[in-house]
């Protein structure tokens, strides 16, 4: 699992917890934490290589903030916010050159919580830029249940 990965897994796990417990102060705590992480992946262009689709190797530096507030009735709000800085890479069957951009964004109090993610892989010519967008709500019923609601996914190749 990537370094963002463990924090964001960390995190949810104390929400979860800290939702349970009824955790209460009589003023509101805010707590901001800004870093930057190494990231490799390799994501497939599905509309790179005239359609015929390939993978592509990327890596840059992960911009990471990370917000989480107190406050005095007890409910817990987080945002983490992640952008990729100087994310580049090269296909591997044609050599193209790409760029990784994109801003992902988590809105998580302790009932609901948001995340929006917009990644795009923007590659040199016509039609190789690989676009995904995806919205989705975390609510949590009254027995404590976590379920998950996808309101939009697109993925699109122009």
Not at 87 to 107: E, F, H, K, R
């Amino acid at each position: 699992m990537n370094p963002a990965k463990s924090v964001f897994v960390l995190l949810l796990v104390m929400l979860s917890l800290l939702g349970r417990t009824g955790y209460a102060s009589a003023q509101a705590t805010a707590i901001t934490v800004s870093s930057q992480l190494p990231i490799a992946l390799e994501v497939f262009v599905p509309c790179a290589a005239g359609g015929a689709g390939e993978v592509v190797s990327l890596s840059g530096t992960l911009h990471g903030v990370f917000h989480l507030t107190f406050d005095a009735n007890g409910a817990v709000h987080a945002k983490f916010q992640d952008q990729p800085q100087r994310l580049s890479g090269i296909g591997q069957s044609t050599g193209a050159a790409y760029q990784g951009t994109g801003v992902t964004q988590d809105l998580l109090n302790t009932n609901p919580s948001t995340f929006v993610n917009n990644f795009r892989i923007i590659g040199q010519g016509p039609n190789n830029n690989f676009l995904v967008h995806e919205i989705f709500h975390l609510t949590r019923n009254a027995n404590g249940e976590t379920t998950t609601i996808v309101d939009f996914l697109s993925v699109e190749c122009r």
